[in-house]
């Protein structure tokens, strides 16, 4: 399994016979170098997106129509975009989960908001925040979406008890390291925890020595914008 970083919410993630785009965001990302895009996408079966905001859907739909890809969400958003803008779609719900090329891949919940900017500037509610279990190799990933604390996260861990965490951490938007840290070690057992949505913007935070700090014996990789971490 491989997980590349694709700055900001952004991962590549290779697992069984899946190369899957996770809220892949280049145009106008700040920490992607945008002479990388061919590299970052090649091979791509999927597109999954967490939610509608624009720092984690902007290049989905592009991205999906350019290679022919199915994109993966919430029902609400997957089927506007698929009546909207004429892609392929998989859409299902929280508590649901879809097979993608092998990989396992469930919905569950986040407490975030989402939308896309409409036509007059105002916001368009696009079906729900959420967050993903992701199965294969005999690894789970739970990758948060945008996220705070929540007390579902026990339930989480009982139902997929996952060992890779790939958390947002920047604050202000999501959960801060402290935060992340303390879901990390209240509610879960996890061997690795990549974290995520910072250092992109002043506003957020910028390393993640707390989350270090607060998980001893927990290994927590601090990822580079296309460097593959091997698990």
Not at 23 to 32: L, R
């Amino acid at each position: 399994m491989k997980i590349t970083w694709l700055g900001h919410s952004g991962f590549r993630i290779e697992i069984e016979q899946a190369v899957l785009l996770i809220d892949p965001w280049f145009s106008g990302n700040p920490m992607f170098p945008a002479d990388r895009r061919a590299e970052a996408v090649a091979g791509a079966t999927h597109v999954v997106l967490t939610h509608g905001h624009g720092d984690h859907t902007a290049d989905g739909v592009a991205i999906a129509r350019e290679l022919g890809l199915p994109v993966v969400g919430i029902y609400d958003m997957i089927s506007w975009w698929q009546a909207k803008e004429g892609i392929e779609g998989i859409g299902f719900n929280k508590g649901g989960t879809v097979t993608l090329n092998g990989a396992k891949v469930t919905m569950v919940n986040a407490t975030h908001s989402s939308s896309v900017t409409g036509a007059d500037g105002a916001p368009v509610y696009t079906g729900g925040e959420a967050g993903y279990m992701i199965a294969g190799e005999g690894h789970t990933i739970y990758l948060t979406g945008d996220t705070d604390v929540m007390a579902d996260m026990k339930v989480f861990n009982d139902l997929h008890a996952p060992d890779i965490g790939i958390l947002c951490a920047g604050g202000h938007f999501t959960m801060d390291m402290k935060r992340a840290a303390y879901a990390a070690k209240t509610f879960f057992n996890f061997k690795t925890v990549i974290p995520c949505h910072y250092r992109t913007f002043p506003l957020l935070e910028q390393n993640a020595d707390v989350l270090k700090a607060e998980l001893p014996g927990v290994t927590v990789i601090e990822p580079q914008v296309m460097e593959a971490i091997n698990v």
